[in-house]
């Protein structure tokens, strides 16, 4: 049996035997100054990020490698770096079946960036304080980047930390600022935060939450002006907009049978307190795309000539991003998620290959989003749905489940679905309200809020921060009896927070109530809401 760290140099056959494919660079070897430091190292930096560097040291356009930085999670630092030397098995499970296996040694440290661990913390902050480093890419979840609760207001943490000052601060955005304070006092050197997270304009929301943190430090007499200045000089630090795409399922035990049976002894899955899933090996599709904004201030690593990676302006990206994530690719996942999650579903490819939740995706992408989205040029929506819908879903080989898009939903709807919905409420030739099969997604989300499955039976939702907030306000109504379905909603559909509209001005609150009435009103009222719904409004797909 080979272990991932084996040296992979001087065990080349081992490697070899087990299918697995290993670099020619020594990492050991690549000693230069650190110039990409990653937050967050959970799957889809090892599937993606880690494979661009890898690519870049093997070409030599990378003298260093990545260096990881988890603020959220300190199992992620031991459990799939430090115990494993930081290497990262990726196993690409292609339609054919066949299991593409290939190691990476691009991470040259892992660290947990939290003042509970000087030695991590001191590290990062001698990093930050180096002028070769060049950027920083971001992938910690849509929440990880959040300063406000529903209603608006700082979340009291928050409002702590910016109390506090730069010396001692707890959350991730405002210990990111305190990286940024560092930079400015050792040299105001200039740099890119890039975040690489699934939501429209995400530099720009990590821009306001780093400049949140810094302007109420400055308020509070604890930075200087000149260092709120240095952040917002472009020719300083820039926050790249970015759009990523590559579907990276959680760890699977089916892929952690067959590296066993090839060979592969660190084939076992952990399931971190923290709620993070993770292995040695991390397995994701072969399709991927990353468009990011050409915006460093301090020179970039050669990206761009990684295949799949492609470097453009400002507006590019976000036409990319928004086909992506508010249109063709998202809503339709979201849209399976919280069905899959209704109507017993554990595998997002058998959930399509059920007639019914294929043409509900396909009314959310073809009918209602792609009319109202631009097309970015670099890639074309229409071809990015079918692709989508007929090879990337399907696929059964990718392991991927109802229940991991169901994460955090209430931080993705606004997105997800809002984006689109205020296209129809700009455009004087649409009306909100011509919308159907978007409107019944939120009504199922809302349904998927009380627990219980299409089966009467209950279930545990994924995590959410709001699931605390949110499902008492359902939790008493059951299914086949009548109850004042406007009382419990009014106060979620109002959310603007939370939809980016208050459905009721928009004219689709008593839309949404009328499906989720119909969805309550029996066992098996989810499906045939559906149904009914497709009969009545689906339009035909060429
Ligand atoms: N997995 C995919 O298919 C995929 C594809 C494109 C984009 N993304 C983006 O990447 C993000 C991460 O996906 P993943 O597959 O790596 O997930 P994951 O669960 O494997 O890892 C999540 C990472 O985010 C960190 N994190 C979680 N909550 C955080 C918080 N509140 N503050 C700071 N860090 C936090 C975790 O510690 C971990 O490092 C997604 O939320 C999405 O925005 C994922
Ligand atoms: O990663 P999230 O939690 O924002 O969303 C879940 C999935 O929709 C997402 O991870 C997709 O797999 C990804 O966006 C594909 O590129």
Redesign the pocket.
């Known amino acids: 049996m080979v272990k991932i760290t084996d040296d992979y140099l001087n065990n080349q056959q081992e490697f070899a035997d087990a299918g697995i494919k290993v670099p020619t660079y020594d990492i050991k070897q690549k000693t230069g100054a650190t110039k990409w430091v990653h937050f967050g190292g959970g799957n889809?930096f090892r599937a993606f990020h880690a494979a661009i560097a890898d690519r870049l040291l093997e070409s030599g356009d990378l003298d260093a490698g990545v260096v990881v930085a988890e603020t959220h999670d300190k199992d992620v630092v031991q459990d799939a770096y430090k115990k494993f030397n930081d290497k990262i098995l990726r196993v690409i499970t292609h339609e054919d079946g066949n299991f593409e296996k290939e190691l990476f040694a691009s991470v040259a440290d892992a660290l947990f960036f939290d003042q509970s661990n000087p030695d991590g913390w001191n590290k990062l902050f001698k990093i930050f304080e180096n002028p070769a480093l060049q950027l920083a890419t971001f992938s910690i979840?849509?929440k990880g980047y959040n300063l406000w609760d529903s209603k608006g207001n700082l979340l009291p943490a928050i409002e702590d930390d910016i109390k506090n000052g730069p010396e001692a601060p707890k959350n991730n955005m405002a210990s990111l600022t305190a990286l940024m304070f560092a930079r400015f006092k050792a040299g105001k050197y200039p740099m890119a935060l890039l975040s690489t997270?699934?939501?429209s304009q995400n530099g720009e929301k990590l821009e306001k939450s780093v400049l949140t943190i810094a302007e109420g430090w400055e308020e509070n007499g604890l930075v200087p002006e000149a260092f709120v200045d240095y952040l917002k000089d472009d020719h300083k630090v820039s926050f790249p907009l970015s759009m990523?795409?590559?579907?990276?399922?959680n760890p699977s035990e089916a892929v952690s049978e067959k590296l066993k049976a090839d060979g592969f002894e660190d084939y076992q899955i952990f399931h971190t307190p923290g709620h993070t899933n993770i292995a040695a090996f991390t397995n994701t599709e072969e399709v991927?795309?990353l468009v990011i904004e050409d915006d460093f201030p301090n020179g970039r690593p050669a990206l761009d000539k990684v295949a799949g990676v492609t470097l453009t302006d400002r507006d590019t990206v976000n036409d990319a991003d928004e086909m992506?994530?508010t249109t063709c690719?998202?809503p339709l996942?979201?849209a399976l998620?919280v069905n899959g999650s209704l109507l017993g579903f554990d595998s997002i490819a058998k959930e399509v290959s059920d007639p019914d939740m294929l043409n509900l995706i396909k009314q959310i992408g073809y009918v209602e989003g792609l009319p109202v989205v631009k097309d970015p040029k670099v890639i074309n929506p229409k071809t990015f749905i079918d692709q989508l819908v007929n090879k990337r879903l399907p696929n059964p080989y990718i392991p991927?489940m109802p229940q991991?898009?169901a994460?955090?939903t209430s931080?993705?709807l606004s997105i997800r679905y809002g984006v689109t919905i205020q296209h129809y409420i700009d455009d004087p030739k649409r009306d909100p309200k011509d919308l159907h099969f978007i409107p019944l997604v939120l009504a199922t989300w809302c349904r998927y809020l009380m627990a219980i499955d299409d089966q009467g039976k209950p279930f545990e939702p994924s995590r959410d921060p709001l699931l605390s907030e949110l499902q008492p306000k359902v939790q008493d109504i059951k299914l086949g009896e009548k109850t004042d379905v406007h009382a419990h909603l009014k106060d979620i559909l109002s959310n603007q927070k939370i939809f980016g509209h208050d459905l009721y001005e928009i004219g689709l609150g008593d839309v949404v109530e009328g499906y989720f009435t119909s969805q309550i009103s029996g066992v098996g009222a989810v499906r045939k809401t559906l149904e009914d719904t497709l009969s009545k409004y689906a339009k035909q797909i060429n």
């Open positions: 889809l979840t849509e997270d699934n939501f990523i795409d590559r579907i990276t399922p991927h795309y992506k994530v690719l998202n996942h979201t998620a991927d991991r898009i994460a955090d931080q993705k």
